[in-house]
């Protein structure tokens, strides 16, 4: 699985900005998929994963309510809908996708990797 991330950007504190990770492979239906961040100065971090129907979802305290998750299996493609954006939201946001069907928390549990989408957000 190859996996490319698109749609970061720099947007204004309150906006929103919609990532898509587009993957090649006919397994993408049966994968987990999650996307993680990196801020500068920071470890990479958990920030959302989904299921392989998009019946499960699961998100870091921080970006609840305001980050949804959500994949198109007709599309190979996850995306991770940012809103209410947060001078702290600013990252390097990586897709990865896990050879289990269920959400995956721990990025130990990713096998491939995206290159990574920089978010820029000013206060």
């Known amino acids: 699985v190859q996996l490319q991330a698109s749609g970061g950007g720099l947007v204004q504190a309150g906006g929103s900005l919609r990532l898509s990770c587009a993957a090649t492979?006919?397994?993408?239906?049966?994968?987990?998929m999650g996307w993680f961040r990196q801020a500068p100065g920071k470890e990479r971090e958990f920030v959302a994963a989904i299921d392989w129907l998009g019946g499960s979802t699961y998100y870091i305290d921080p970006v609840k309510g305001r980050f949804t998750i959500s994949r198109d299996n007709a599309k190979n493609t996850v995306y991770l809908q940012m809103n209410n954006l947060k001078p702290e939201d600013t990252a390097v946001y990586y897709c990865?996708?896990?050879?289990?069907?269920?959400?995956?928390?721990?990025?130990?549990?990713?096998?491939?990797w995206g290159q990574g989408t920089l978010v820029t957000v000013s206060s």
């Open positions: 492979g006919r397994t993408f239906s049966t994968y987990g």
């Open positions: 990865a996708a896990a050879s289990v069907s269920r959400t995956v928390v721990s990025e130990s549990g990713y096998d491939f």
